[in-house]
């Protein structure tokens, strides 16, 4: 990528997004809620049911654990995705593309940072200031000139990125499964017992199938298809929990004080630190929401979630809580969950849209995976695949069938091997807080070295957010052997690929670079060639920006004044 062809794509996405119509915005912001949000949406489904599985925690008549689960629900929703993502993350796009190489690119533009040509290398992007001017316009902040003196922290920023980009792909394989399985594990509560056991998991495996046979048809058609789906199911779960907070305890407000979080750590201890793995899964879908940027634009996700789905989620969350709170007769802390909360006459329709929510709700990091891959492939950090462009309006609305065919593959493969939501929710929740952890780091970069604010601001967002998503990755990790191997294991495999596929890129580049054919000599040549040199434009396609910089400072000495 070039950055002088990459500076005018942003400018010009740009003004792109400032000239449209708030129609067209609001249209986008539409068809967001069919692919951005279907993910966080999906996620009332198995929060508490994976909250309390196997954490050793009891559901007692004073409701502390179910008040001091909602009160981190709440929370961790309204920091991490509303306050994070949302409002400050969402501003940092790379030419419209966002996600986690997207922060890594967007540095690599502003700093010497930079492995591969196109990417913001040191002797670009001085070529550039030369060229340009701007030398000494950008200020150079301590920060920036230790990240262009090591060559090993750049390396390790490189790593870095790629470890998000791959949790991120690791999180495209293992969303869907979790998804659609815990909306098909409602057929529990709506047959005869033993019976939903034999059904549940062809009926993923279907649904899974006709989930990614869909995406050739490409974003703007499956938003519009999905769109009406994940509306019908925003209002559903909403005004379902509102009729339980009104029916069953409309004091569970209370519970959204963070007091009830101190209480909740202070009786259950160890076990309430385990289930925050489960907690966590409350904000699945927010990576996937800035890797869709470039599907749509940050205006429109913007609406979409602060008008419709948050209000949606908060009420939803808080009518569960209100319905278990008085409800203590359960077989076992593990069949907590969004079903039991739902009126017995409505459990059947409910089901039937749970599951095409599910369905949607696998659309967002699939979307988001497409886009990632494409922003490695443009770095030559992943191999070259096949990127369809589906919409002939939005650039960033793409396909990439060969990533399509494997995510189905795996994502069958764990469905089946797993065969059960409380270990693909551990091995979901790893990726996400991983990938979030990698933003935060990323992103407390972009704010010194890209918007030049203070670096006591920087440290800050490094510090509040981090310690909040550490707080989390420890409890993921430690139920590592209960399934969170599985991210760590695809994210390692990727890993390898994309850096053996970076590592030949430069050998290549370098071997290319020395053994280049200098302009002088194919000027030489023509003459012995009996070749007539016509003055004009010449065109000379070449992978190298070196050379081609050395073509066009040869071609303005030639003709002076640009004649």
């Known amino acids: 990528m070039d950055l002088e062809a990459a500076g005018g794509a942003a400018a010009a996405h740009g003004k792109r997004w400032r000239g449209e119509s708030w129609r067209a915005t609001l249209l986008l912001a539409y068809q967001s809620l069919g692919v951005v949000y279907g993910d966080v949406a999906t996620s009332p489904l198995y929060v508490y049911k994976s909250a309390f599985a196997g954490n050793d925690i009891q559901h007692s008549a004073g409701n502390e654990e179910i008040y001091g689960v909602l009160s981190f629900v709440f929370w961790t929703l309204t920091l991490i995705t509303l306050v994070k993502y949302v409002l400050i993350v969402l501003r940092a796009d790379d030419g419209g593309e966002g996600g986690t190489f997207a922060l890594y690119s967007l540095i690599c533009r502003h700093v010497r940072a930079g492995l591969l040509p196109g990417g913001g290398t040191r002797d670009e992007l001085m070529e550039e200031e030369k060229v340009t001017g701007r030398h000494g316009e950008r200020p150079v902040s301590r920060v920036r000139a230790v990240l262009e003196k090591y060559r090993v922290l750049q390396r390790l920023l490189l790593l870095f990125a790629l470890l998000g980009t791959c949790m991120v792909i690791g999180d ?79 004091h569970v407000y209370r519970a959204l004080s963070p007091y009830y979080m101190y209480q909740f750590l202070k009786k259950t201890q160890t076990g309430g630190w385990m289930s925050l793995g489960g907690i966590l899964l409350c904000v699945t879908g927010s990576e996937a929401m800035y890797a869709d940027l470039g599907h749509f634009s940050q205006l429109s996700i913007q609406i979409a979630f602060i008008s419709v789905v948050y209000p949606a989620l908060v009420l939803a969350y808080m009518g569960q809580a209100a319905f278990i709170s008085q409800h203590h007769n359960f077989e076992s802390s593990y069949h907590i969950g969004f079903y039991v909360s739902v009126p017995e006459s409505l459990r059947w329709p409910v089901l039937v849209i749970a599951i095409l929510a599910a369905v949607v709700g696998s659309q967002a990091i699939i979307t988001g995976t497409f886009s990632i891959i494409k922003q490695c492939s443009s770095l030559n950090c992943f191999p070259g695949v096949k990127i369809v462009h589906t919409s002939s309006t939005v650039h960033g609305q793409i396909y990439i069938p060969e990533i399509n065919w494997m995510l189905m593959v795996l994502c069958l493969a764990v469905t089946i091997g797993f065969r059960d939501t409380k270990h693909l929710a551990n091995a979901q929740g790893l990726a996400v ?17 890209c918007w030049n604010k203070s670096i006591f601001l920087a440290i800050g967002f490094l510090l509040f957010f981090g310690t909040i998503e550490v707080l989390y990755f420890s409890a993921s990790l430690v139920k590592f052997h209960e399934g969170a191997w599985v991210p760590v294991t695809l994210s390692f495999i990727f890993m390898v690929v994309m850096c053996v596929w970076h590592y030949g890129t430069i050998k290549k580049y370098e071997f290319d670079v020395q053994n280049k054919v200098s302009v002088n000599w194919l000027l030489n040549l023509g003459p012995s060639l009996g070749i007539v040199r016509v003055r004009g434009i010449g065109l000379i396609p070449t992978e190298h920006s070196t050379q081609a910089k050395e073509s066009k400072v040869r071609d303005t000495k030639e003709r002076p004044g640009g004649q």
């Open 433 to 449: 807080i991983t990938v979030m952890l990698v933003t935060t780091c990323l992103m407390s970069l972009v704010i010194v070295l």
């Open 172 to 250: 495209g394989v293992l969303t869907p499964a979790v998804s659609v399985f815990s909306a098909v594990s409602g057929l529990e509560l709506s047959m005869e017992k033993e019976q939903h056991k034999y059904i549940e998991l062809p009926v993923a495996c279907a649904i899974l199938v006709c989930l990614f046979a869909l995406q050739h048809y490409g974003t703007h058609k499956v938003g519009f298809l999905f769109a009406p789906i994940v509306c019908i199911w925003l209002l559903c779960i909403s005004a379902i929990g509102l009729y339980n907070i009104i029916h069953w305890d409309h």
